[in-house]
Protein backbone atom coordinates (compact mmCIF):
# COMPACT_ATOMS: atom_id res chain seq x y z
CA UNK A 1 0.00 0.00 0.00
CA UNK A 2 1.23 3.38 -1.17
CA UNK A 3 2.45 5.69 2.04
CA UNK A 4 4.04 9.04 2.40
CA UNK A 5 7.51 9.02 3.68
CA UNK A 6 9.13 11.52 6.05
CA UNK A 7 12.25 12.07 7.54
CA UNK A 8 13.13 12.01 10.39
CA UNK A 9 10.76 10.48 12.55
CA UNK A 10 12.43 12.40 15.50
CA UNK A 11 15.14 15.35 15.82
CA UNK A 12 16.24 16.95 18.63
CA UNK A 13 18.20 20.20 17.63
CA UNK A 14 19.24 23.45 20.01
CA UNK A 15 17.75 27.04 19.23
CA UNK A 16 18.91 28.82 16.89
CA UNK A 17 20.08 26.34 15.00
CA UNK A 18 18.63 25.36 11.28
CA UNK A 19 16.85 22.10 10.83
CA UNK A 20 15.27 20.46 7.97
CA UNK A 21 12.02 17.79 7.32
CA UNK A 22 11.98 15.63 4.01
CA UNK A 23 8.50 14.32 2.79
CA UNK A 24 8.01 12.09 -0.24
CA UNK A 25 3.93 11.97 -1.12
CA UNK A 26 2.03 9.08 -3.01
CA UNK A 27 2.65 9.11 -6.70
CA UNK A 28 0.62 10.82 -8.29
CA UNK A 29 -0.37 13.02 -5.68
CA UNK A 30 -0.63 16.62 -7.02
CA UNK A 31 -1.36 18.48 -3.47
CA UNK A 32 1.19 18.02 -0.45
CA UNK A 33 0.69 19.77 2.64
CA UNK A 34 2.68 20.49 5.67
CA UNK A 35 0.95 20.75 8.88
CA UNK A 36 2.13 21.50 12.50
CA UNK A 37 0.75 19.88 15.39
CA UNK A 38 1.21 20.90 19.39
CA UNK A 39 0.56 17.71 21.48
CA UNK A 40 -2.66 17.32 21.64
CA UNK A 41 -4.02 19.71 20.23
CA UNK A 42 -5.44 19.37 15.82
CA UNK A 43 -2.74 20.14 12.91
CA UNK A 44 -2.39 23.24 11.53
CA UNK A 45 -1.65 24.24 7.72
CA UNK A 46 1.44 25.44 7.01
CA UNK A 47 1.60 25.22 3.86
CA UNK A 48 0.19 23.56 0.70
CA UNK A 49 1.04 22.63 -2.82
CA UNK A 50 -0.83 21.97 -6.07
CA UNK A 51 2.66 20.24 -8.09
CA UNK A 52 5.55 22.62 -7.70
CA UNK A 53 3.45 25.96 -6.77
CA UNK A 54 2.48 27.57 -3.49
CA UNK A 55 -1.44 26.96 -3.20
CA UNK A 56 -1.58 28.86 0.83
CA UNK A 57 1.39 29.81 2.85
CA UNK A 58 -1.05 32.51 5.10
CA UNK A 59 0.23 30.42 8.37
CA UNK A 60 3.52 29.79 7.24
CA UNK A 61 6.40 32.10 9.71
CA UNK A 62 7.97 33.19 6.61
CA UNK A 63 10.50 35.00 9.08
CA UNK A 64 12.37 31.32 10.09
CA UNK A 65 10.17 28.99 8.09
CA UNK A 66 9.99 28.08 4.44
CA UNK A 67 8.93 24.86 2.22
CA UNK A 68 9.87 24.08 -1.34
CA UNK A 69 8.55 21.05 -3.73
CA UNK A 70 10.89 22.24 -6.79
CA UNK A 71 10.18 19.40 -9.01
CA UNK A 72 6.37 19.01 -7.91
CA UNK A 73 7.33 15.32 -5.87
CA UNK A 74 9.33 15.79 -2.54
CA UNK A 75 9.63 18.60 -0.45
CA UNK A 76 11.41 20.08 2.27
CA UNK A 77 10.42 21.93 5.00
CA UNK A 78 12.76 23.88 6.37
CA UNK A 79 13.38 26.22 9.89
CA UNK A 80 15.94 28.33 10.90
CA UNK A 81 16.67 29.76 13.51
CA UNK A 82 14.50 26.66 15.43
CA UNK A 83 13.21 28.21 18.71
CA UNK A 84 11.61 26.81 21.85
CA UNK A 85 8.50 27.20 20.68
CA UNK A 86 8.57 24.97 17.62
CA UNK A 87 8.82 21.83 19.11
CA UNK A 88 5.79 20.17 17.65
CA UNK A 89 4.99 17.51 15.57
CA UNK A 90 5.74 18.11 11.77
CA UNK A 91 3.03 16.29 9.45
CA UNK A 92 2.89 16.19 6.07
CA UNK A 93 0.36 14.47 3.73
CA UNK A 94 -0.71 14.68 0.14
CA UNK A 95 -3.48 14.09 -2.10
CA UNK A 96 -4.76 13.13 -5.73
CA UNK A 97 -5.95 17.36 -5.43
CA UNK A 98 -7.64 19.47 -3.58
CA UNK A 99 -11.37 20.22 -4.81
CA UNK A 100 -14.38 18.92 -2.53
CA UNK A 101 -13.99 15.31 -0.97
CA UNK A 102 -10.58 14.13 -1.52
CA UNK A 103 -9.27 12.84 1.38
CA UNK A 104 -5.92 13.86 2.47
CA UNK A 105 -3.16 11.01 3.37
CA UNK A 106 -0.57 11.45 6.23
CA UNK A 107 2.56 10.55 6.93
CA UNK A 108 4.05 9.15 10.13
CA UNK A 109 5.48 12.96 11.19
CA UNK A 110 8.48 13.98 12.40
CA UNK A 111 8.74 14.56 16.46
CA UNK A 112 10.99 17.87 16.93
CA UNK A 113 12.12 18.94 20.11
CA UNK A 114 13.79 22.00 20.23
CA UNK A 115 15.90 22.62 23.60
CA UNK B 1 -16.01 32.07 9.26
CA UNK B 2 -15.43 28.22 7.95
CA UNK B 3 -15.25 25.53 11.19
CA UNK B 4 -15.63 22.51 12.58
CA UNK B 5 -15.99 22.18 16.39
CA UNK B 6 -15.28 19.26 18.23
CA UNK B 7 -17.40 19.99 21.97
CA UNK B 8 -15.77 17.17 23.76
CA UNK B 9 -12.21 16.84 24.66
CA UNK B 10 -12.42 13.71 26.56
CA UNK B 11 -14.90 10.67 25.78
CA UNK B 12 -14.83 7.64 27.64
CA UNK B 13 -17.00 4.61 27.10
CA UNK B 14 -17.13 1.05 28.54
CA UNK B 15 -16.23 -1.80 25.58
CA UNK B 16 -19.10 -3.06 24.10
CA UNK B 17 -20.40 -0.45 24.18
CA UNK B 18 -22.11 1.89 21.54
CA UNK B 19 -19.79 5.19 20.93
CA UNK B 20 -20.56 8.63 19.55
CA UNK B 21 -17.74 11.27 18.72
CA UNK B 22 -19.48 14.86 18.10
CA UNK B 23 -18.44 16.94 15.46
CA UNK B 24 -20.56 20.30 14.23
CA UNK B 25 -19.65 22.60 11.48
CA UNK B 26 -19.81 26.03 10.28
CA UNK B 27 -19.41 25.51 6.70
CA UNK B 28 -21.01 27.37 3.56
CA UNK B 29 -21.90 25.53 0.36
CA UNK B 30 -21.41 21.70 -0.03
CA UNK B 31 -19.55 20.58 2.97
CA UNK B 32 -17.23 17.91 2.23
CA UNK B 33 -16.59 16.50 5.59
CA UNK B 34 -13.93 14.10 7.05
CA UNK B 35 -12.95 12.05 9.94
CA UNK B 36 -9.32 10.63 10.85
CA UNK B 37 -8.13 9.05 13.72
CA UNK B 38 -4.48 9.70 15.34
CA UNK B 39 -2.51 6.75 17.52
CA UNK B 40 0.25 7.86 19.37
CA UNK B 41 3.21 9.44 18.22
CA UNK B 42 1.50 8.16 14.69
CA UNK B 43 0.46 10.28 12.01
CA UNK B 44 -2.80 11.14 11.07
CA UNK B 45 -5.41 7.45 9.44
CA UNK B 46 -8.33 8.50 7.01
CA UNK B 47 -11.52 6.68 8.61
CA UNK B 48 -14.20 8.38 6.65
CA UNK B 49 -15.85 11.17 4.48
CA UNK B 50 -19.60 12.78 3.43
CA UNK B 51 -19.21 14.43 -0.15
CA UNK B 52 -23.07 13.95 -0.59
CA UNK B 53 -26.03 11.71 -1.13
CA UNK B 54 -26.94 8.79 1.84
CA UNK B 55 -26.86 10.71 4.96
CA UNK B 56 -24.93 7.99 6.51
CA UNK B 57 -21.38 7.27 5.65
CA UNK B 58 -19.62 4.17 5.98
CA UNK B 59 -16.44 3.55 6.70
CA UNK B 60 -13.00 1.89 8.00
CA UNK B 61 -12.78 -0.28 10.84
CA UNK B 62 -16.43 -0.63 11.70
CA UNK B 63 -16.67 3.39 12.34
CA UNK B 64 -19.60 5.15 10.35
CA UNK B 65 -20.90 9.02 10.79
CA UNK B 66 -24.01 10.58 10.49
CA UNK B 67 -24.57 13.83 8.10
CA UNK B 68 -27.06 16.12 9.44
CA UNK B 69 -28.09 19.17 7.81
CA UNK B 70 -30.50 20.32 10.02
CA UNK B 71 -28.13 20.13 13.30
CA UNK B 72 -25.35 20.93 11.01
CA UNK B 73 -23.60 17.78 12.98
CA UNK B 74 -21.49 14.86 11.58
CA UNK B 75 -20.78 12.86 14.45
CA UNK B 76 -19.12 9.33 14.46
CA UNK B 77 -20.07 6.18 15.23
CA UNK B 78 -19.84 2.61 16.37
CA UNK B 79 -21.87 0.04 17.75
CA UNK B 80 -19.43 -1.64 20.01
CA UNK B 81 -16.21 -0.52 21.05
CA UNK B 82 -12.93 -2.12 21.36
CA UNK B 83 -10.15 -1.15 23.84
CA UNK B 84 -8.19 -0.89 20.52
CA UNK B 85 -10.42 2.20 19.34
CA UNK B 86 -8.88 4.16 22.25
CA UNK B 87 -7.31 7.19 20.20
CA UNK B 88 -7.47 11.09 19.08
CA UNK B 89 -10.37 11.50 16.82
CA UNK B 90 -10.47 14.69 14.10
CA UNK B 91 -13.26 16.04 12.29
CA UNK B 92 -12.14 18.08 9.25
CA UNK B 93 -13.29 19.70 6.43
CA UNK B 94 -12.60 21.07 3.00
CA UNK B 95 -13.74 24.35 2.13
CA UNK B 96 -13.86 26.67 -0.52
CA UNK B 97 -10.12 28.05 -0.14
CA UNK B 98 -9.24 24.19 -1.17
CA UNK B 99 -7.75 23.38 2.45
CA UNK B 100 -8.36 20.59 4.73
CA UNK B 101 -9.10 22.47 8.08
CA UNK B 102 -8.60 20.37 11.13
CA UNK B 103 -11.29 20.54 14.60
CA UNK B 104 -9.28 20.11 17.68
CA UNK B 105 -9.87 16.64 18.41
CA UNK B 106 -11.38 14.28 21.08
CA UNK B 107 -9.72 11.66 23.05
CA UNK B 108 -11.65 8.59 23.09
CA UNK B 109 -11.08 6.23 25.78
CA UNK B 110 -12.71 2.82 25.58
CA UNK B 111 -12.58 1.05 29.53
CA UNK B 112 -11.93 -2.77 29.57
Known amino acids: EAEVAQSPRYKITEKSQAVAFWCDPI?????LYWYRQILGQGPELLVQ????????DSQLPKDRFSAERLKGVDSTLKIQPAELGDSAMYLC?????????????FGQGTRLTVV | AQSVAQPEDQVNVAEGNPLTVKCTYS??????LFWYVQYPNRGLQFLLKYITGDNLVKGSYGFEAEFNKSQTSFHLKKPSALVSDSALYFC??????????FGSGTQLTVLP
Open chain 2, 27 to 32: VSGNPY
Open chain 1, 27 to 31: SGHAT
Open chain 1, 93 to 105: ASSFGDRGGTEAF
Open chain 2, 92 to 101: AYRGSARQLT
Open chain 1, 49 to 56: FQDESVVD
